[in-house]
Structures are given as structure tokens and as C-alpha cells.
């Protein structure tokens, strides 16, 4: 059976997810997809690693029997390795389903838990398919035997894999749309990855350090603290990671997220950290080297019955949800000497009154508060406010050089806009976790503010107080509103702007004005004109960038082509970062955050095909490419909704727009769509010259006034011609049909054809494509942002006072001439 893909893997498990879609929201049905998942993937490894043992046993002269027999104990395994007893194992629950399916279901999660208790202590008994959910939502046994059915369509030991943890990145894919689904109840347990991978640039986790979350939800911020640690050279496994979870739900699926992930070590309790926190030794409470967490905004909180309440100096008022600070107080507790944290707040905390201000004031006196970030709006699942990003050090404090301060960076506008959700997005994180490690002011974007100032004001730490990123007033000369011309102070203001595409302003866009040294004016063609040719005037600037770019790939593109050979996929990722900005920067076009963005996000945005680069080289990438692309074009069940259904069509499209298909066959594709363009055109010809529907209720058209309407009948082609068009239809529908049905086939033997270095050309051409793609949105934003600037100036200036009265006057004549005319004047 060929190796499942990622997007395969993906679609497979969001299609559980339809099957119980509209019976009850994304928070009740996520258990029940996370409890199938793991089921099926305990199992199907399990079966994996008893062949493996039999074959073992036979091999050193054991019978079959007897080595069938062994592979049955559980001592036959290791301790850390998962035993599936018979009653969870799938064969068992196939069979079982038939009479019983959530009987089958809740015996084999139960087993599967006793078998295997250091691991799973807990983490199943959450998960019930015979308890009901939603109100009067209850499982029934069809939905339950079809999603059985569904989750015995692939196999999910490694060996079924394209790359070693493709079934992490699903499961993450899928508490990810979930949480999406999920709104405000998703926001609870899920803190979007790009932020929590900015907080791991922001600490730099390395390997034998303890990384801990006291609120860990899906424990997203564990896994990527792992996964920094191995894009950056380092062994992730040398990484402890210990979390605590209030939500029994979130909590079992953060354990299950972790065992997805082949972290077995990970240390997550169960229960509310500030209540009871858990990670203790002998009496006392763990340390921490990096603690990374996003604790739920606006909680209330009870001091009675606290454990280790040294925890907290100061005491906020357990009513009207200011547990916040008490979040912060209790991750300084449990923070090694030396470490750092990085967490999640809501901006209150930054300047409230009363006891939070005397918590701020003790934490920055003692040197615990290093920095401050301000984060967009709408990028945290379940609130549209904006968060803030704080960053603590352990009792030594901060480094020196940066005692006596806090930095402040308002990256509020560091968003891309979404449909539904802002995104902070690689290129902004960049230019956040830049600004940090320089710690120097950078004029309406970072600033490090003295502890005189801070006390100067009450320990308000109010990000746009100290760094005010509100753009300046557009400025108005009354003297060139009046007689016309632009300032050259306020070209002078934006001329890097424009020096960035090789473009001199008074030079290039205007011309002196006669006896004024202040002003210049509007070239005779009219400033929209004008406008329309600065695109071009940047050209010779950009095509110098693009040959930087071009050069810049012809000396590192071998990086990537022996990825296969020597995996160092995090040194090769630092030195094409490094290289790409030191090759482009110097041309001036971009600035480094931007090239270094682009780099970052290029990156992310490949790294599933990296990973199958690795483990499989060029020619193994493409297969996978091909067999997610042929995966879109299975049929939905006949069960499947409308909604399902509209879902499979969309992937079917998007398959067939895979680069990859004109790469591989583009006769086929040209053939394709002729035949498509041709059934559209006969289609068209096909209504336009039928009869037209009568549409009155009694089946006759009628006018407006009750009379009977005459249909219009010119285009109407006669019965003869009309009948020879639909045929031709038919025909071309047929031949259509054809022709999409060896799609599949077309693209898998073009693939197959493909040698080793011809594979190897087509990935390379694409990553090249994709990096010179990002780049370029920088560039086509900021030349755009020229064309507005002077756009604004001729809006502003173009047109005088003088101007304005002067056609008020020939207006005013015109209309004294009409009314003579008329005789009223």
C-alpha cells in the first residue's frame, strides 16, 4: 500500500469529523475523532511492532506458535512501548461493531488504559460513546459503526507514513480546525502557532533544559518548543516538557497530542495550577529552565485552600476575574534563577490599579519584567482584543545591559489581515524577535524605558505611552492649497521611500517652479499620469533585485539539492536566511525584516515537503505530490450531505490546480480544457437557442398588465439545427468525461517517467518560485505604497484654490446665461 500523505491524512480525518458535523459543535465531537484517532493508531503500530517481535523470535528458533504466542505477553515489550491488548485492537472492534459498536469502543479505550497506566493513566476514561452529549444529542449506532467504518479506510503505523511524525502534524491540523470551529470554547485550549512559535525565538528553549506550561491545552506550546529545538540542530528528546491543565477534555488531548507527537516522557497533570499546583519535588515546587504559556484571560480565583500560596506576595481581588497577575506571580515562583518565560496577556494587566499596580511595581523593581509586546487585534481564537506578550526573567534577572529597563515594542500593526482572523505571520515575527535581541530604539516600534520613568508613572505600563506607533497627521500646506505646488519638505520626508526603488522624486516626477525654491510643481501630463508611470521608473531597481535573487539561488540552491544526503535541514535553513539577507539588503529595496520574513515563512510553508525531501528524496516527494493530487478524486460516501459533498468538489478543483499537473502533462491539461471550454460553448449555444420557459404560474408568460406576452422567438434555432447542437453536446460531454477519467492515470505515468535529476529540477524550480513569490509581495506592496503617496499629493495639491473659484466663476456665468435664455434674468 503506498505511504499516506499529509494532505490524505488531513482530508481523511476532517471527513470523520463530517460525519458527526451538524449533531452537536466542534467542543462535544473532538473527543470522539481523538479517541478513534488514537485507537487506530495505538493499534495499527502495535500490530507493526508484534509482526516485527514474531519475526524476531522465529529468527533466533522459536516456532510461530510459540513466537505468536510470546508476542501476546506483555512482558514480551518494552515498558515505555504501548501494548494493545486483544479487546482494543481494530480486527476486535470491526468485529464487535457489528452488535455493539459504542460497547466495543468504550471496552477497547478502557483496556487499551489499564494495559498501558503510566501513559494513559486517565487520558481515555474521558472519552465515551455511550454517554450522551449535547443535551439530547446521543450517538446512534449507524453514526457510530460509519465512523468505524471510515477509520478503518488507512492503516496509521509509521511504516504507512510519508515522513516519520505526519501523523503529528495531522493531529495538530486537527485541534487547529477545531479549535477554528470552535470559537471562544476553541480559544481555551488552542493558542495559534505562529504566536507560540515567536514565544520560542522569543526564550530560545536548548536541549536538557525543563520547558513547563501551567495551562497547556493541546500543549501546543510544548510540542513547538521541541520542534525549535530540532529546527535549530539540537536533539528535541533531551528536552523535557512538563504542562498542567485545568479542563479534563483539553487535558487528555494535550496527553494524546504528546504520545502523537512520540513524546512519552512529557510530565502534564490534571488540575487548576493556581488552586493545587502539581510539579512538585520533596515538599516543594518544581523550577523551570523556559516556561511558555498562554493563561485564559478574565478568570476568577479562590485564596482559600491555595497550596503553597508563598507563591504569591500580593493578593488580587478573587472576584471580578483579575486572576491574571496571580497566573504571572505563580510562573515567577516556579522559575529557575537563570530562566525565561514568555506569556499571553490581556492588556488590563499593563496599567490597572490597586493591587495589580503594587504586583507590577515589585516585578520591575526586582528586575523580573525584561519586555513588553504588544500583539495585534483578533489573532487569539475566542477574544477580538488585543494581547500582550510579557517576558520575565528568573530572581539573577536580566542580563547585562538590559537591568535598569523594560523594553517596550507596540508590534500592534505586525498583523495580516484575514477573512475571520488576523494572522501574525513569519515576516512580522521577525522584525518582534529582532527588535528584542537588539534592545535598542527603533522610532515608533521599540523603546526602552527606564525604571524612573516607569515609577515616573505609577508603574503604568501602557505600551502606547512609552511607544506611540499612531501614524503622524498627513500634512497640510495652506500656501499649496492656495496657489498650488507640492512642498519639498514633504517630499524630502519620503524620499528613502522612494530611493528604495532607484527613483529621484523632484527629478523624475516634477519640475522646478519658477522663482520658488520651496515648492515644486506637477509635470504638464497631469499627476495621474504621472502616477501611472512610476511603476516603471522602479523597474530597473527591481530587476536588479531580481538578478540578486537569481544569483543568490544559483550559489545555495545546493543546499536544498543534498537536503537528502546530509538532513541538516537546520543548518541549511541558517545559512540561507543568513545568506539571502546579506546578499539583498545591500540593494536597498527591502529592508532585512522583510528578507528575513520571507525566508522564515517560505520555509514554513515547506517544511511537510523538507521532511518528505529528507526521507525520501526528489523523485519520492513528487510521488507523494501525485498521490495527494490523485487521493481528491476518491468519490464521497453516498451518505455524505450537500455540504460534504460541495467539500470534496473544491479539493477535486484545487487537485487539479496543483502546479505539479502542467508541469507533468501539459498537452493533456491544453486538451483538457478546450474540451471544457468547448462543452461550455455548446452549452451556452444549446440555451440561447432553445425555446424560451414560459413563466407564469399557469405555465404561460404574461405582461404587466395581465394581457399575454409575446415570447421572443428570434434567437429560437429550428427543431432541426437544434437537435444536430445537442448532439454535438452530448458528444463533448462524452468526450470530456473521457478525458477527465484518465486524469489520474495521465499525471501517474508522466510522474513515473520522471528521472532522478529531472525530479530534483521541478522541486528546486518550485521552491525557487515559491521564495521569489514572497519576496515579491514586499516589493509590489511598497512600490504601491509609492504610487499612493504621490497620488496623495496630487489629490492635495493638484487642484488650487484659484482653481476651485476661478470654475466657480465660469459655473456662476453659465448659469446667468441660461436663466437670460430663459428670460429670467
Not at 220 to 229: D, P, S, T, W
Amino acid at each position: 500500500m503506498a505511504q499516506l500523505t499529509l494532505s490524505q491524512l488531513e482530508r481523511h480525518l476532517y471527513a470523520a469529523a463530517d460525519i458527526l458535523r451538524g449533531k452537536m459543535d466542534a467542543a462535544q465531537y473532538q473527543d470522539f475523532i481523538f479517541g478513534l484517532l488514537f485507537l487506530k493508531r495505538a493499534s495499527d503500530q502495535f500490530d507493526v511492532a508484534q509482526a516485527a517481535l514474531v519475526k524476531k523470535l522465529v529468527a533466533e528458533g522459536k516456532s510461530q506458535a510459540q513466537a505468536e504466542m510470546i508476542s501476546e505477553s506483555r512482558g514480551a515489550y518494552k515498558a515505555h512501548e504501548f501494548y494493545v491488548p486483544q479487546e482494543s485492537r481494530w480486527s476486535t472492534i470491526v468485529s464487535e461493531s457489528r452488535t455493539e459498536p459504542a460497547k466495543a469502543l468504550n471496552v477497547a479505550l478502557a483496556e487499551l488504559e489499564n494495559h498501558n497506566i503510566q501513559a494513559l493513566d486517565g487520558v481515555l476514561s474521558y472519552i465515551s460513546f455511550t454517554e450522551t452529549r449535547g443535551g439530547n444529542t446521543k450517538l446512534t449506532k449507524p453514526v457510530i459503526q460509519q465512523l468505524i467504518d471510515h477509520f478503518s479506510e488507512y492503516r496509521l503505523s509509521n511504516d504507512d507514513f510519508e515522513f516519520p511524525d505526519l501523523l503529528g502534524h495531522a493531529y495538530e491540523y486537527l485541534i487547529g480546525e477545531f479549535a477554528d470551529e470552535g470559537g471562544k470554547k476553541g480559544g481555551q485550549f488552542y493558542t495559534p502557532r505562529s504566536v507560540i512559535r515567536m514565544m520560542n525565538q522569543l526564550v530560545k528553549p536548548q536541549p536538557r533544559m525543563s520547558v513547563y506550561d501551567p495551562c497547556c491545552g493541546s500543549a501546543g506550546m510544548l510540542i513547538l518548543a521541541k520542534e525549535y529545538v530540532q529546527d535549530h540542530g539540537g536533539d528535541e528528546s533531551h528536552l523535557a516538557v512538563y504542562g498542567q491543565e485545568d479542563n479534563g477534555s483539553a487535558w487528555a488531548m494535550a496527553r494524546m497530542n504528546l504520545l502523537m507527537h512520540g513524546v512519552a516522557d512529557g510530565v502534564i497533570h490534571h488540575g487548576d495550577t493556581l488552586t493545587e499546583p502539581k510539579h512538585e519535588h520533596n515538599g516543594k515546587l518544581q523550577r523551570f529552565d523556559r516556561i511558555l504559556t498562554n493563561p485564559p484571560f478574565a478568570q476568577n480565583y479562590r485564596r482559600d485552600g491555595m497550596k503553597f500560596p508563598e507563591r504569591m506576595v500580593n493578593w488580587t481581588p478573587e472576584s471580578g476575574k483579575k486572576a491574571d497577575l496571580m497566573f504571572i506571580q505563580h510562573v515567577l515562583a516556579v522559575l529557575e534563577a537563570d530562566g525565561i518565560a514568555a506569556s499571553v496577556m490581556p492588556h488590563g494587566v499593563l496599567f490597572r490599579g490597586g493591587e495589580e499596580q503594587k504586583i507590577r511595581k515589585r516585578i520591575i523593581e526586582e528586575g523580573r519584567l525584561e519586555a513588553v509586546i504588544g500583539i495585534g487585534p483578533n489573532v487569539f481564537y475566542g477574544t477580538g482584543i488585543p494581547a500582550c506578550i510579557l517576558i520575565l526573567r528568573g530572581r539573577n534577572g536580566a542580563p547585562e545591559g538590559r537591568r535598569g529597563g523594560v523594553l517596550f515594542i507596540n508590534a500592534d500593526r505586525e498583523i495580516t489581515a484575514g477573512r475571520t482572523q488576523n494572522l501574525l505571520e513569519a515576516q512580522h515575527a521577525e522584525k518582534i524577535v529582532s527588535a528584542y535581541e537588539e534592545w535598542k530604539e527603533i522610532p515608533g516600534f521599540a523603546r526602552v524605558v527606564e525604571i524612573k520613568e516607569l515609577e515616573k508613572n505609577d508603574f503604568n505600563l501602557n505600551i502606547r505611552r512609552y511607544v506611540d506607533n499612531t501614524p503622524p497627521p498627513d500634512p497640510q500646506d495652506v500656501r499649496a492649497h492656495l496657489y498650488g505646488g507640492v512642498p519639498r519638505s514633504e517630499i524630502e520626508s519620503r524620499k528613502a521611500q522612494f530611493k528604495a526603488f532607484g527613483i529621484d522624486p523632484e527629478a523624475a516626477l516634477f519640475r522646478l517652479r519658477d522663482g520658488d525654491l520651496d515648492y515644486v510643481d506637477f509635470l504638464a501630463e497631469g499627476y495621474e499620469a504621472t502616477a501611472a508611470r512610476i511603476s516603471g521608473l522602479a523597474q530597473e531597481r527591481e530587476v536588479a533585485l531580481g538578478r540578486a535573487f537569481h544569483d543568490w539561488w544559483d550559489k545555495h540552491r545546493e543546499q536544498l539539492a543534498k537536503l537528502p544526503m546530509h538532513r541538516q535541514k537546520a543548518q541549511a535553513r541558517e545559512e540561507l536566511l543568513t545568506t539571502f539577507v546579506a546578499a539583498l539588503e545591500p540593494l536597498g529595496v527591502l529592508d532585512k525584516h522583510q528578507l528575513a520574513g520571507a525566508v522564515a515563512a517560505w520555509w514554513f510553508d515547506a517544511r511537510n515537503d523538507l521532511d518528505v525531501l529528507m526521507s525520501k528524496d526528489f523523485k519520492g516527494l513528487i510521488d507523494g505530490w501525485v498521490r495527494s493530487i490523485s487521493s481528491a478524486f476518491e468519490e464521497p460516501s453516498d451518505k455524505a450531505d450537500a455540504k460534504t459533498k460541495a467539500r470534496y468538489r473544491s479539493a477535486m478543483r484545487k487537485a487539479r490546480e496543483h502546479r505539479l499537473v502542467p508541469e507533468l502533462i501539459p498537452e493533456y491539461v491544453q486538451e483538457l480544457e478546450a474540451a471544457e471550454a468547448l462543452v461550455a460553448k455548446l452549452d451556452a449555444d444549446v440555451k440561447a437557442g432553445s425555446p424560451p420557459k414560459k413563466t407564469s404560474k399557469e405555465g404561460e408568460a404574461v405582461s404587466e398588465d395581465g394581457d399575454e406576452e409575446e415570447l421572443d422567438l428570434c434567437n429560437v434555432l429550428p427543431a432541426k439545427e437544434l437537435t444536430a447542437l445537442k448532439k454535438k453536446l452530448r458528444e463533448a460531454k462524452l468526450e470530456l468525461a473521457a478525458l477527465k477519467s484518465s486524469f489520474v492515470s495521465e499525471l501517474q505515468g508522466a510522474a513515473e517517467k520522471l528521472t532522478a535529476p529531472q525530479a530534483q529540477e521541478v522541486v528546486l524550480r518550485f521552491l525557487n518560485a515559491d521564495l521569489h513569490a514572497r519576496m515579491t509581495r514586499f516589493v509590489v506592496a511598497d512600490r504601491r505604497g509609492l504610487v499612493d503617496v504621490f497620488r496623495n499629493w496630487g489629490e492635495k495639491y493638484a487642484v488650487t484654490l484659484t482653481d476651485l473659484e476661478q470654475e466657480r466663476e465660469a459655473s456662476a456665468k453659465r448659469l446667468r446665461g441660461y436663466l437670460e435664455e430663459l428670460g429670467y434674468a
